[in-house]
């Protein structure tokens, strides 16, 4: 069957509206020109509108809101992460194990700075390479030395309440790998192993706002952030504590999560403009996060320019970390990786990390109410007390919402369909029939019929 003649039956036995009187053979000339017209107009107006709903759910398929229903809510306390920036006594304690109680002090400050790396190592890079070496310095493994001048959990963490409950420090504790070291942290989803035990630290009507106290028997920075976060060397100030003995740090806080419609998770990444900790696309870090995804694009950066990643990268395998030779790339690379720009502030020379990262889909903003710092007058032991809590119950969070799910663009595209040019799903069906399955048929009976008028003239 010729390609015109398939065409003609088809649009003469479409169900789509005004087809049929393009090729019927009664109508004039004036006729079939006045149907093709209403035809192209109807397709490029249905097209259109098409084209908006398309456009809309990939750019506006999701919506905020503030809800205030908060009689109903638990409030997960923010994880609690404690990192230790400063202990000269381990570090002269471990010194001496290497190098004997006659070790030339320089290499206090090299190990201080291996230890406590955040990204320069002036007095590493100058005792240990160049011309005036020390005989003593230590070339790769840094890692290693780290470990051995950091302090434990016991012995870092003491004395833990819980709304004024105690509870055993280290139990809840768990080591935590960061791009500053090994920290100690509570209630956080990217420390400790899968079936590590959790503190229960919900804070709703019954239990009132939560708070934590502790002992810290170190030098330590104590992080605020959201459960899936990760301590930086970029993290903002304000989400942070510096804290040193003989003081009491007091902090109360207000926070307010996203709360999710179960149907989100039905849309892209790109629709949300976001990522649940489960969608991890990271090696540094077992859950996504904003700030894991920066750990993250530092540790690229530091492989592209250095070849190697620094020896506090979390989650990294051995050969990944820089030597000595590293050490001093990553050294004179610093404002280069030490800071995060956008992308239109590098195009202006800026130096510093352009990262394309997205933020979490369960963000929270945690906001300090109070703040307060007291000397420990007449304590006997180099301790800081730290109590961390909640100044209130929130009264409003957000919601994310769907709009325009897969569903909607449907019904959307199939009413837009219906309305200009009077198609259903089948109509479009009938394309693929009338171009295969109809010509076959037609050819096959054709031979058929001309076998049963040549078979009776053979008799003849």
């Excluded at 404690?82 to 320089?106: P, Y």
């Excluded at 952030?225 to 304000?238: C, D, N, R, S």
């Excluded at 919601?399 to 199939?414: A, E, P, Q, T």
């Excluded at 009338?434 to 040549?454: A, C, G, H, S, W």
């Amino acid at each position: 069957m010729r390609f015109s003649r398939v065409i003609e039956e088809y649009l003469k036995n479409s169900t789509l509206h005004g087809a049929r009187f393009i090729v019927d053979k009664d109508a004039s000339w004036i006729e079939r020109i006045f149907w093709v017209v209403c035809l192209v107009a109807s397709w490029y107006a249905s097209w259109l509108l098409i084209k908006a709903s398309l456009s809309a759910f990939e750019n506006n398929a999701i919506s905020f809101v503030v809800e205030s229903s908060f009689r109903d809510w638990n409030t997960n306390f923010p994880a609690i992460i404690v990192c230790e920036s400063k202990n000269m006594d381990r570090i002269q304690e471990v010194a001496e194990q290497l190098w004997g109680a006659d070790h030339d002090f320089t290499l206090e400050e090299v190990l201080s700075e291996i230890a406590f790396f955040r990204g320069e190592s002036y007095h590493t890079v100058h005792e240990c390479s160049g011309e005036e070496v020390t005989a003593s310095c230590f070339y790769t493994n840094f890692s290693y030395y780290a470990e051995l001048v950091r302090s434990s959990c016991v012995d870092s963490i003491s004395n833990c309440e819980w709304n004024n409950k105690p509870f055993e420090c280290c139990k809840y504790f768990h080591r935590m790998e960061t791009e500053l070291g090994i920290c100690y942290a509570i209630n956080s989803m990217q420390a400790g192993k899968h079936k590590t035990p959790k503190l229960n630290m919900y804070s709703n009507r019954d239990s009132g706002p939560g708070a934590l106290k502790m002992e810290l028997h170190t030098e330590a920075t104590v992080f605020i952030l959201g459960t899936e976060e990760v301590p930086t060397l970029v993290t903002p100030k304000t989400d942070f504590l510096v804290v040193g003995p003989y003081i009491s740090f007091v902090r109360y806080i207000s926070k307010r999560d996203i709360e999710n419609d179960e149907e989100i998770r039905q849309t892209s990444v790109h629709q949300r403009n976001c990522r649940f900790a489960d969608e991890n696309i990271l090696d540094v870090h077992k859950f996504y996060s904003y700030s894991a995804c920066t750990v993250q694009c530092r540790k690229d950066r530091q492989m592209e320019l250095c070849n190697c990643s620094s020896h506090l990268s979390p989650n990294s395998p051995d050969w990944q970390l820089c030597n000595m030779d590293g050490l001093e790339c990553l050294n004179r690379n610093y404002e280069d990786l030490s800071v995060i720009v956008a992308k239109w502030s590098k195009l202006r020379g800026r130096k510093g990390l352009v990262c394309d990262c997205l933020p979490s889909c369960t963000e929270v903003d945690i906001t300090t109410v109070y703040d307060s710092k007291e000397n420990m007058a007449g304590s006997q032991n180099a301790i800081s007390r730290i109590e961390v809590g909640l100044i209130e119950l929130p009264t409003e969070r957000y919601k994310r919402n769907l709009v325009r799910g897969k569903l909607d663009l449907v019904v959307s595209i199939g009413g837009t369909t219906g309305l200009f040019v009077g198609a259903s799903l089948l109509s479009f069906v009938e394309i693929f029939y009338y171009i295969t399955i109809r010509p076959y048929t037609t050819y096959m009976n054709e031979k058929r019929r001309l076998k049963r008028l040549i078979i009776p003239k053979r008799f003849h």
